[in-house]
């Protein structure tokens, strides 16, 4: 049986590379990229210690569900606004887009 350390070392790893992802990047679609990252390392976290706790609980596969929902509609809202702003300026670099400042 994998120890539960093992797991948290997997997921501290991915959420580090997502946050590295997130800080790093100019390309809108990478930043979304890192986002998600991060929120699978959640998951990862949500479903071992619902694994090595209380079994016959089902609260961790539950926020694991919920989590993969707020996820989708992340991706489709977030790719809808990337596609609207290069039809309309023709880049997705984040630096760049300036349409909400004054």
Known sequence: MIPLSWYLILSAAL???????????????AILLGVELMLNAVNINLVSFWRYGDVSMMAGQ????????????????????????????????????DMMKW
């Open 62 to 97: 539950v926020f694991a569900i919920i989590v993969f929902a707020v996820a989708a509609a992340e991706v489709a809202v977030g790719l809808a606004l990337v596609i609207s702003v290069y039809r309309r300026l023709d880049t997705v670099i984040a630096d760049e887009i």
């Open 15 to 29: 959420f580090s590379i997502g946050l590295f992802g997130v800080l790093s990047r100019k390309n809108a679609v």
